[in-house]
Every structure is written in C-alpha cells, then in structure tokens.
C-alpha cells in the first residue's frame, strides 16, 4: 500500500527525497544503510508520497500571480534598484524608465485597463429573394 508524505517517518522522508534527487540506487542504498532490494521495494510503497513531494516542490518554485503584481508594483513605483557594473565596480542604480512603464503597462493590462479585442454579438440578417424565370409563358 502506498503511503502519501503526512504518513511518513523521517527516514522515509528521507528516502523520498534522495528519490526526487535522481540518485541510483546504490547511492540511496549507501546513505540510508538500506540494501537496493528493499529501497526498490519502498520506491514502489513511496510512490504517493514521492508524486506529494514533487506536487509542494513545484508550488514553492512557482511565482503566484500576486507575488508577481507585487514586484511589478515596486519596479514601476521605484523602490527596487538594480545592480550594475561600472567600471569594474558593482554599483546600485534605479531601475530604467523603459523598464518602470513596461511594469507599469503589464499591471494596467492585468486589471482590464485596455480593451484588446472587441467582440461583436450581433449576426446580421441576410434576406435572399427566389424568383422564378424563364418557363412560364402566359399567353
């Protein structure tokens, strides 16, 4: 039965990790003491727990949308410096004009500021007229 990353004891923890790491067997097997028959036992019981780790790995490395507009907001208001070098030295300057409107722009589009497509609901009406020709004759 495979056990999900809450249930497991430090050293199953551990293991999972040394998962993730892409290490072979042999390296897992010598750091945990464990023979590669029974690691590749646990590799299969762990396998939840491993997919629950890699699943709160991810979302710590991924910027939410609203650390995002956060560091957009203090780009475009001027309080982050960036570093550069000049002459060897490495010195704090204030971040471009260029780069203050674009975060600025990015922030507006965000919150709806400009209309990009404009949709037209309306279908028009198109009337066709069949008229008959050619074989009535009236005499």
Do not use: C
Request: hydrophobic share 40%.
């Amino acid at each position: 039965m495979s056990k999900r990353w809450n249930d497991l004891s430090i050293r199953d923890r551990r293991i999972v990790d040394y998962f993730l790491r892409d290490m072979s067997l042999t390296k897992i097997a010598y750091y945990t003491k464990l023979s590669k028959k029974t690691l590749s036992r646990k590799k299969s019981e762990l396998k939840l727990a491993i997919e629950d780790r890699m699943a709160m790995l991810d979302s710590q490395r991924v910027l939410k949308v609203e650390e995002a507009l956060s560091h957009m907001t203090d780009i475009a208001i001027g309080t982050v410096q960036e570093q550069v070098m000049f002459k060897g030295d490495l010195i704090d300057k204030e971040v471009a004009i260029k780069d203050r409107l674009k975060a600025l722009e990015l922030i507006a589009k965000h919150h709806g500021a400009f209309v990009e497509k404009i949709e037209i609901k309306e279908t028009p009406k198109i009337e066709i007229e069949i008229v008959k020709s050619g074989g009535d004759n009236e005499d």
